[in-house]
């Protein structure tokens, strides 16, 4: 008996000591996600630089580094043609966070809505998206550096905010419409969206009862938007519109709720936008873009750029931009996951 009772202290005390040890390791990898350069929806400027603007379909708590970057000449020293003639390089460090509001504790008045709320600051400046242009993107594809002319070096700051109604549709989120803002440094704009997204279009080629089925989806959207003047972008169109189609290739999952969640995916989309930017003579700059992304688990990675149209020459004006983004919320949950399985396998021991 004396024995057993040993045993079972020593337990304990083994219990005791790897709470603080997994506590601590759970800390430290939750301080080093908000530190990872990472992204939820993409904050501006993106969505005129060519990133992906749909609607976060499920809920989430992003934080992450997000670049644009904005040259007047191209490595041929063309000039784009536009009021804005200095380097921009938006560094945007971002938390984000989307919440699909299917109860709200005494009603289901908010069933089927979401709210989305992004805010990123910048230290403005050549780098790092001068490296990763010329560096990387451009050797790839053998393309002459893009000079830096006069690059703005400030902190600028934006704010995103959006509200989306969801349409279920074979019981899964798929129809949104909805508005939002964004304000800050850089410029103002409120605007209206709506569209598609992740609609099967393919049956499953394999299932999974824990990670969900594999098939192809599509997404659309258009979006009008009305903007104003900020400290960075002087003159800047007073409406512009969007349409942005897209294709992805992933294995998914679907919550009780409708939510459609990838276990992976890889999306290319495409967009047309009539611009923000004018040149000297109040014309607007209209831009066609692609973006493409992939994602595994927790993490996404986006980058974008608008060569399309002249995919072998062109990469001047807004024309390059990356975001990389880890989703704390399922983050968090791998962490709970390997919190308990310690104490499991102890208990059945």
Do not use: C
């Not at 083994?14 to 993409?42: K, Y």
């Not at 149209?309 to 704390?328: F, I």
Request: no cysteine; proline share 5%; aromatic share 10%.
């Amino acid at each position: 008996m004396k024995q057993d009772m040993v045993i079972e202290r020593e337990r304990e005390l083994q219990m005791t000591r790897r709470r603080p040890t997994l506590i601590g390791g759970a800390l430290l990898l939750f301080v080093g996600i908000l530190s990872t350069p990472a992204w939820s929806e993409n904050p501006a400027p993106s969505v005129h630089w060519g990133s992906t603007a749909f609607p976060d379909q499920y809920s989430t708590i992003t934080s992450g580094l997000t670049l644009n970057r904005f040259t007047p000449v191209d490595g041929l020293g063309n000039k784009y043609d536009s009021t804005v003639g200095n380097t921009l390089g938006f560094n945007l460090i971002t938390l984000s966070w989307s919440k699909h509001w299917d109860y709200s504790g005494t009603s289901w008045l908010w069933k089927n809505w979401s709210t989305n709320l992004t805010a990123g600051i910048s230290p403005t400046s050549d780098e790092p998206s001068q490296y990763f242009q010329n560096k990387v993107v451009h050797q790839l594809r053998q393309l002459p550096s893009v000079p830096t002319v006069d690059p703005r070096k400030e902190t600028d700051v934006m704010i995103d905010g959006s509200v989306t109604r969801w349409i279920p549709l074979f019981d899964r989120k798929v129809v949104f419409a909805g508005g939002g803002f964004s304000v800050g440094t850089i410029y103002q704009q409120g605007f209206l969206r709506g569209g598609i997204r992740r609609l099967q279009i393919t049956p499953s080629v394999w299932h999974s009862e824990k990670w969900g089925d594999i098939n192809v989806r599509v997404s659309a959207m258009g979006r009008i938007s009305y903007q104003s003047n900020g400290a960075v972008l002087h003159s800047v169109r007073s409406t512009a519109g969007l349409v942005q189609p897209a294709i992805a290739i992933g294995q998914y999952r679907t919550t009780t709720t409708g939510e459609t969640i990838p276990t992976w995916e890889i999306e290319l989309a495409l967009m047309w936008d009539s611009g923000i930017f004018v040149n000297t003579t109040g014309q607007s700059q209209k831009q066609f873009a692609w973006s493409l992304a992939a994602s595994a688990g927790p993490i996404r990675f986006e980058t974008w750029n608008d060569s399309m149209g002249h995919l072998s020459e062109r990469d001047y004006g807004p024309s390059y931009g990356a975001a990389l983004t880890v989703d704390v919320l399922r983050a968090w949950n791998i962490i709970q996951e390997f919190r308990t399985t310690p104490t499991t396998s102890l208990s059945v021991s």
